[in-house]
């Protein structure tokens, strides 16, 4: 009889679905001894790699913090996945260490104008699928918080597509494109570097005291199959406007008979220093 019960469960063990590996997305990948910033408040720093292992401590967004060591494990909460990582940091005048989430940690960070820009992905939503409207997708939401030591001065939030974009992102400072009032904005880009991934690039204004998320850009293709691009035209750029950003939109996609179908499309926002519309 113990013979048939451990055969059965033998049985049972062999039928039961394996479950999936998760990988980690490339947005997320940290370099060990090298330094980094808090994105989440309230981050909590635990004894091991672990969501049920012991909290040590919580930081907020904006401390520095250095990576040690990234580990193993690999943890995924709705369409973000990234690594455990061992850090040290300062915190009251005492170095300690401990382990942190890798989705807590900035993307991306620059400092500009006295301010800390930090770029980091906040959560994950449902929402009806434009293409489909019976059906959902999940949608990661990104922010950039503008900060002022460990104070949120101001924040803009933004969509960036579901964890199949998030293999490479970038956080850059650029000109101000010749845009009244405009000090310079910052660029941040997610994308799956991938046939048929999308990817995402979202322009956001600095005007001394405020941020202003211009709307999203999205390009995706798939080789010489099917392309979108999107992209804007500022006044500083061949064919700008004065105190407007133009946004054009081209696509390509080939029929089973090999022939392109090309459309085009583009829409002018006027700018006024403080805000802008469509025209």
């Known amino acids: 009889m113990k013979t048939f019960f451990t055969a059965l469960l033998l049985l049972i063990i062999q039928l039961l679905p394996a479950q999936e590996e998760v990988y980690a997305d490339g947005i997320f990948n940290f370099e060990e001894n ?11 720093i635990r004894q091991s790699p672990g969501v049920n292992a012991p909290v040590l401590d919580s930081l907020q967004a904006n401390q520095q913090v250095f990576i040690l060591k990234k580990e193993e494990t690999v943890l995924k909460l709705g369409e973000r996945a990234a690594n455990w990582y ?11 260490e401990g ?51 460990n104070t949120v001065i101001d924040e803009v ?27 310079f904005t910052l660029r941040a880009t997610v994308s799956g570097e991938a046939c048929g991934i999308p990817g995402y690039d979202q322009y956001i204004l600095f005007t001394g005291k405020k941020l202003i998320a211009l709307p999203q850009l999205m390009s995706v293709g798939d080789a010489d199959v099917y392309y979108h691009h999107e992209e804007f035209i500022f006044p500083n750029d061949k064919g700008g406007i004065p105190n407007a950003f133009v946004y054009k939109m081209k696509e390509m996609e080939k029929d089973e008979k090999d022939r392109e179908k090309k459309k085009k499309a583009s829409k002018t926002y006027l700018w006024d220093g403080v805000t802008y519309r469509l025209k």
């Open 86 to 96: 061992k850090i040290s940091y300062d915190k009251n005048g005492r170095n300690s």
């Open 99 to 149: 382990y942190i989430w890798g989705g807590n940690l900035c993307t991306g960070y620059r400092n500009k104008s006295g301010y800390d820009f930090l770029l980091g992905l906040t959560k994950t939503i449902t929402k009806k699928d434009p293409h489909f409207p019976t059906e959902t997708i999940q949608q990661n939401i990104a922010a950039v918080k503008m900060m002022e030591g």
């Open 34 to 44: 090298k330094a980094q910033k808090i994105f989440t408040t309230g981050t909590r």
């Open 157 to 183: 939030s933004f969509e960036t597509g579901s964890g199949e974009s998030l293999s490479y992102g970038s956080f850059t400072v650029e000109g101000n494109h010749k845009l009244k009032n405009v000090e």
